[in-house]
């Protein structure tokens, strides 16, 4: 199977490096041309522009760092509509807002091109390791023909309808995975409070029934004030806001969710935003030293 | 090691089964004798009454259902403290409130006896298997001296400081659990109200950081209303009441847990309390067809 | 005085019978003609266009329904941006989000005109009174200019700074208000659960610290579950997502005010998006009849 | 009419004079003798026990500062128990929780007497101006003999049923009460956040529909982080917990209270206990200056 790639960032290497592996004939392509050579070396193809890619191939994915990266490979010159057509299928595994991938989505199916958003879940390791979960959503028929490549970039493809339900489905989990990194932290702050050990608190929820790779991961170097970012506290209180305007839209109330929103952004004004979102740990802690009254 | 064993329920039961099959002689006291039975077969003795159980055993292990349980083996005639003296050790694996356990602590010890409370986390299959979590408080050379029982009857035991300390780390446990559960009820909610599958959403967060043992083995039943009472919903409300009391002696804020507690109430009112705590999906879900103006 | 006036709904009527009866000159303007008549009963005179009553007055006031209403009187054809030039002021008082005021505001200070957006506390009955609260912000200047006319209008105006600052000024009080609406209806709720009359806790509140207009008019008619619509819930919950999303852009933690907001949304998920907010109490009243496990 | 007074603290001797002052005659008693002189100038009569006064009066009114002073006149030796029969009426108008409210009451009862709870809204000055609010519950008929001490007492009483309802009326005002100032205080944060003059929502919020005495009088110490305690914030947040405590046994869901409860804890961690419950604000308000990532 064929396939052009475009954007060799972190994400975008390993994956095309994968695809190399497991017998892909690969072209792609990057703004910064060096990032090709080790591409090469495996047996890629190298285009000069995103319009020669897609000419070229039958199925394009793209893995571009954010929605303005997407865009601009699709609307620039020797961008992706310039040769987008009939019969081509385009594959946008980066993570942008809905309303980005609509006016994406809108374009290509306006040339006659196929669509289909696939953002993932997972960073680098998984990457490499071809263990992504891959979200994706908008053309059937090209999600079916383009599975033996989902099958090398990850562990499990999901399609889940109509384009943006990609999108939303990433903005659900989030906003579980933040309540739960509040409910955790309002844990940590009790035990501590009330005399008990952090530490053996880890140990026991590691043990039983709400045991998840995120406490095992982050809990240790939360309770020594270390937030290390994987995923930015202002990032994650932005998927909180959105997944509530998601809710607003259809009149969800989600309580949790909104108590949980309010302390990342208390966490934002303590200047934390740029921190793991574990730091919310450190607004709920407020103050350091208890002094009730 | 001899050992003797108050209250053979369920968990009683096969606790002090795990003991025989691993060598330790007990001895078995039950307020219905005829429960002693199985295990006479197995190889415990049996004695008249608790009293009689301490006066022959230097370790004795209480497994009750409640607290009023658990106070009247010890206080009641024939019981624990006629026959606790120095030198003896008694061990309440019951899950029972500090209160209850600070009652039974300060009697025991003002006999000259040692004293651990050690409740457990986990239920009949843990039980079974020698797996339970065991979170023991008290007397710290008891503790010691009894780790060949605990290694026996779970998979891990901890030990937490003073009296009430058990109780304690409980409570926060069951407070995170309590979050946990209503965040993700919310994210079920959103998901089926923005036209996304639950059953996907069930598999992608099964996939990922967030994935837990509750989550994979709740959710299904909870999106066909299921609710098969593991741990009944207005015994989890309990805790987190519980649990906010305890921030609330210490000056804890804890937004989220709040939240997630006036939802079990919301859940309570509905008539829901006898169900499994994720039940809580049911009041999220109000009113089942969203009809917004 | 001379000034034009665009825009004789309920609210301009009244507001420029009271110009007039204070001895203004005054030069009208509306889309549907025939609701000019009464005003010329009074001494108004009648222009065809906004474009003509700008030209002819130093000083315009707007009194539209709606955004679409007052960006059309500005930039249709025959609009008041035809005529607007320096050393003329431009007043609008409609309500309007922050958005359409600055696009307001940029036109007419592009061609050199004064801009004051001024945005009303009150309705119908303090319109006629000349009792309107002015929540003015633009050109100070223009704003000392037009005190008599806001004199005339309204018991009293402020002057709130840069453009925009009216529309914020509405939501920050708006939320205040929205909260407290709900804290009344749970202590409406809890008050009946209790076994205590809520008539009484009405007539117990209205003699206390907390006594306020708004419970003391809507406390009576929610008790009976009516909510005639004198602000619609939607619309109120519209203005608690604003001040939320306000308080986002500036990280600011409002945990009450989003509990509030969520109960809203409840509200409208019951279908009372189009009661009066006060209907947030049947949100809260659920179930009607407790039944607790 | 003759009525006995127990207790000459700030309210107690305002409220004597009262009586006196309007022809009642009175017998008082207090633990610290000397403060009776000033009672006795205008009229009164001294009696050396609670006993005493009981004995020679047929009404008895008690004000006291706390529940341990409010058990103490009556179940100690010379106190009221003593001489309490038959024919005679007791009048707690002290502020007790609903349990030292029903042992007073049972004890009274017991003996053949008459009893009613009769705590107060307000403090010093309404208690001078005869301007309290009163919340009677218990004894119908009393209620209805002692009206005209009432009338000379407060502004208006109310007989709310059983004993314990008085208490749990002042739970859900002061609950109410305890939401409203959060909703404020986010106001304030917010409006200063965003630029807004506070001083100038001040003014507004006191022209409109939601104007009320709390935020007039406390409003302009607020923004000046001035809180001189009328009510303490930690008896405002152990209201708050108590009314949460009665919504929880009547299963009655309260999220913007339980939010409010939660930044009062968050304050009391900070040390702010002492001040008065508008300090909450403080609380809101971190951290001082804004510093958003």
Not at 2 to 24: D, Q, T
Not at 235 to 241: A, C, T, Y
Request: hydrophobic share 45%; aromatic share 6%; charged share 20%.
């Amino acid at each position: 199977m064929e396939v052009g790639f475009l954007g060799l960032g972190i994400m975008g290497k390993a994956m095309s490096l994968n695809l190399l592996r497991h017998g892909f004939k690969v072209t792609v392509w990057n703004r910064t041309v060096s990032r090709c050579d080790v591409l090469v070396e495996h047996g890629a193809s190298v285009a000069e522009t995103p319009a020669a890619v897609i000419k070229k191939c039958k199925y394009t994915i793209a893995m571009l760092s954010d929605p303005s990266a997407a865009l601009s490979v699709v609307f620039d010159k020797d961008g992706v509509l310039e040769e987008i057509c009939s019969g081509k299928g385009y594959i946008d595994m980066s993570t942008v807002d809905s309303d980005t991938s609509s006016k994406i989505s809108e374009a290509i199916t306006g040339k006659g091109g196929y669509f289909l958003e696939a953002p993932v879940s997972g960073s680098k390791k998984p990457a490499e390791d071809g263990q992504l979960v891959i979200l994706a959503a908008g053309e059937k028929a090209l999600y079916d023909e383009v599975i033996p490549a989902f099958d090398v970039l990850g562990k499990k493809s999901f399609f889940l309808g109509k384009v943006g339900n990609g999108a939303k489905m990433k903005l659900v989990v989030n906003m579980i995975m933040g309540s739960m990194m509040n409910a955790f932290s309002e844990g940590l702050v009790l035990a501590e409070r009330s005399g008990l050990s952090q530490q053996t608190l880890l140990d026991i929820v590691d043990l039983g029934g709400i045991a998840n790779p995120m406490f095992k991961q982050k809990g240790p170097a939360m309770i020594q004030s270390k937030f290390p970012p994987a995923f930015p506290l202002k990032h994650q209180q932005k998927d909180m806001r959105l997944a509530l305007a998601l809710g607003d839209e259809n009149a969800v109330s989600m309580p949790v969710a909104a108590a949980a929103n309010e302390a990342f952004k208390k966490a934002r004004s303590l200047g934390l935003g740029d921190n793991d979102f574990s730091a919310v740990y450190e607004a709920v802690k407020i103050p350091d030293c208890s002094a009730d009254a």
